[in-house]
């Protein structure tokens, strides 16, 4: 087992005091091509100090259903991206993963992936999860291939899920049982 | 449009809202059925009349805060007794989805035609009133007299989440059902 939990190839998962995450997140939502990929919600410009709110309300809660990090370069300790266990169901040992890397000049260089790799371990070796689900939509290729890259499969498609653009689009269901990151784990 | 054409009356069961005074003796009742974990949200629980009460005023809450839940009861037409409970979840109105969900509460009710006859309401309910695009039911793939109900009316599997339920000792699938408008247009 790696000496450091939270410390990648890349990237380190870590956490930010509310006003730094708010400002990140108003930031990125800017850029709509993000929020698509990231979200069904219609895209919204919220300002820095509603993320703020809507943060500090998850620093009361003792034993949370959402963990969530900000991602860091290992190089200049640069803030790029979030990832969350959202909605975390302990009795079933299943949770839900989020992630997003606001930052365009990070995509399709294997930041994210690096990122997701740490949060599964932290998932199966911390939380001692049985699984991790995510949900992500057709169009979103490289999210696609960088989850495939870290060990999720294909368990289905959920039709016609997304509206945009007048065009409606499916949403994968992929996902990735512990026996199956162990046997990644130790090669 | 037929307005004569009642939303809320089938065959055999006729849907309702809540009623607080006489509905949660019955549904604290079938909390001690663990089959019915998964309408009670993942763990079985037996809950009193008074923890059912205030469950039930935090639905009518959360239906009149949030807008993208709609709870029904699902009573008798005979002789108007609570049979059931059903919901129609998580309704994304920008997308046209929502999540759908019924119970049937005592055993003795089940397998009658009850639910079968909710969820016709229920689908007319989604498609013509909600004007959603598509519903998803999320069943235990153990829970097989509710996945041959769905079928029957058009849900086809689209996912299977393997091993993303825990109960009894073991690891269980579940399902992800989903039925198109135009498959239940079809249907008519």
């Given at each position: 087992?790696?000496?450091?939990?939270?410390?990648?190839?890349?990237?380190?998962?870590?956490?930010?005091?509310?006003?730094?995450m708010?400002?990140?997140f108003?930031?990125?939502?800017?850029?709509?091509?993000?929020?698509?990929?990231?979200?069904?919600?219609?895209?919204?410009?919220?300002?820095?100090?509603?993320?703020?709110?809507?943060?500090?309300?998850?620093?009361?809660?003792?034993?949370?259903?959402?963990?969530a990090f900000s991602i860091?370069?290992?190089?200049?300790?640069?803030?790029?991206g979030f990832v969350a266990?959202?909605?975390?169901?302990?009795?079933?040992?299943?949770?839900?993963?989020?992630i997003g890397?606001g930052?365009?000049?990070?995509?399709?260089?294997?930041?994210?992936?690096?990122?997701?790799?740490?949060?599964?371990?932290?998932?199966?070796?911390?939380?001692?999860?049985?699984?991790?689900?995510?949900?992500?939509?057709?169009?979103?290729?490289?999210?696609?291939?960088?989850?495939?890259?870290?060990?999720?499969?294909?368990?289905?498609?959920?039709?016609?899920?997304?509206?945009?653009?007048?065009?409606?689009?499916?949403?994968?269901?992929?996902?990735?049982?512990?026996?199956?990151?162990?046997?990644?784990?130790?090669? | 449009?037929?307005?004569?054409?009642?939303?809320?009356?089938?065959?055999?069961?006729?849907?309702?809202?809540?009623?607080?005074?006489?509905?949660?003796?019955?549904?604290?009742?079938?909390?001690?059925?663990?089959?019915?974990?998964?309408?009670?949200?993942?763990?079985?629980?037996?809950?009193?009349?008074?923890?059912?009460?205030?469950?039930?005023?935090?639905?009518?809450?959360?239906?009149?805060?949030?807008?993208?839940?709609?709870?029904?009861?699902?009573?008798?037409?005979?002789?108007?007794?609570?049979?059931?409970?059903?919901?129609?979840?998580?309704?994304?109105?920008?997308?046209?989805?929502?999540?759908?969900?019924?119970?049937?509460?005592?055993?003795?009710?089940?397998?009658?035609?009850?639910?079968?006859?909710?969820?016709?309401?229920?689908?007319?309910?989604?498609?013509?009133?909600?004007?959603?695009?598509?519903?998803?039911?999320?069943?235990?793939?153990?829970?097989?007299?509710?996945?041959?109900?769905?079928?029957?009316?058009?849900?086809?599997?689209?996912?299977?989440?393997?091993?993303?339920?825990?109960?009894?000792?073991?690891?269980?699938?579940?399902?992800?059902?989903?039925?198109?408008?135009?498959?239940?247009?079809?249907?008519?």
């Open positions: 087992m790696s000496s450091s939990l939270f410390e990648g190839q890349l990237v380190r998962l870590s956490s930010d005091d509310p006003q730094v708010a400002e990140a108003a930031r990125w939502n800017q850029n709509s091509e993000y929020f698509r990929l990231l979200d069904s919600d219609p895209a919204h410009l919220w300002s820095a100090n509603k993320f703020k709110e809507w943060l500090e309300k998850d620093l009361d809660s003792a034993l949370p259903n959402n963990l860091q370069t290992v190089d200049n300790d640069k803030l790029i266990f959202d909605g975390i169901n302990w009795t079933d040992r299943d949770s839900y993963v989020a890397i930052e365009p000049d990070f995509w399709g260089k294997g930041f994210g992936s690096d990122a997701m790799r740490l949060m599964l371990r932290y998932g199966f070796s911390e939380l001692n999860l049985h699984r991790v689900s995510l949900n992500v939509y057709a169009y979103n290729l490289r999210g696609i291939r960088s989850y495939e890259k870290c060990g999720f499969k294909h368990e289905g498609v959920i039709r016609e899920f997304v509206l945009r653009d007048g065009q409606r689009s499916d949403m994968l269901q992929m996902g990735i049982l512990r026996s199956e990151w162990d046997k990644l784990d130790q090669k | 449009m037929d307005n004569t054409n009642s939303l809320y009356e089938g065959r055999l069961v006729r849907l309702g809202p809540l009623d607080h005074e006489k509905d949660p003796p019955v549904v604290a009742r079938w909390t001690h059925d663990p089959l019915l974990r998964s309408v009670q949200g993942g763990v079985a629980r037996p809950l009193s009349s008074e923890a059912v009460r205030r469950q039930l005023e935090r639905v009518e809450k959360q239906m009149e805060e949030t807008k993208n839940l709609f709870h029904f009861t699902m009573r008798a037409r005979d002789d108007n007794r609570l049979v059931g409970l059903a919901r129609i979840f998580w309704i994304d109105f920008h997308n046209g989805t929502g999540v759908l969900n019924l119970g049937v509460g005592d055993a003795s009710d089940r397998r009658r035609g009850y639910g079968s006859d909710a969820l016709n309401l229920l689908l007319r309910f989604a498609f013509d009133e909600l004007n959603l695009h598509r519903l998803s039911v999320w069943p235990g793939a153990d829970n097989l007299p509710f996945i041959h109900m769905v079928e029957k009316v058009g849900f086809e599997e689209e996912a299977r989440r393997r091993e993303a339920s825990f109960h009894d000792g073991s690891y269980w699938d579940v399902l992800h059902l989903g039925l198109l408008r135009s498959k239940w247009e079809k249907k008519l």
